[in-house]
């Protein structure tokens, strides 16, 4: 079992209510930091991508609607590194596979306000 450190961030789901899933057969996915990688748009844009699955496994009970999800740096609670959107939410029920496939976690970092890239 993968524990919290700076090689992992812990995946997780939430509901449309902005609650995270709270089920018994529920548990945020480790995921090393490996298993992303920075991609350029040709526009300048930056984008986080899953180079591998992540894979919360066959639910014994209905999640829900998922319409978002969440980077952690632990387990339970720990701290937000980073919170989004999915482009479709989709409802989870009891004896569905629950996976992210690779690429399909695409997410946009913007530059923070005030930052420039020109000469200083």
């Not at 079992?1 to 789901?13: D, G, I, N, T, W």
């Not at 548990?27 to 894979?55: E, K, Q, Y």
């Not at 952690?72 to 409802?91: E, H, I, K």
Request: glycine letters at 10%.
């Amino acid at each position: 079992m993968a524990k919290p450190s700076a090689q992992f961030c812990f995946v997780a789901l939430f509901r449309e209510d902005g609650s995270e899933i709270d089920a018994p057969d529920y548990a945020r996915v480790a995921m090393p930091l490996s298993g992303f990688r920075l991609a350029l748009t040709p526009g300048g844009g930056v984008h986080l991508v899953n180079t591998v699955d992540i894979v919360f496994g066959s639910t014994d009970s209905d999640w829900g609607r998922i319409t978002e999800f969440g980077l952690y740096d632990a387990r339970r609670s720990g701290r937000t590194l980073l919170r989004g959107r999915v482009n479709v939410p989709v409802d989870i029920s009891c004896a569905e596979c629950v996976h992210i496939v690779a690429g399909a976690m695409d997410i946009q970092l913007r530059q923070p306000k005030g930052v420039t890239d020109g000469p200083c």
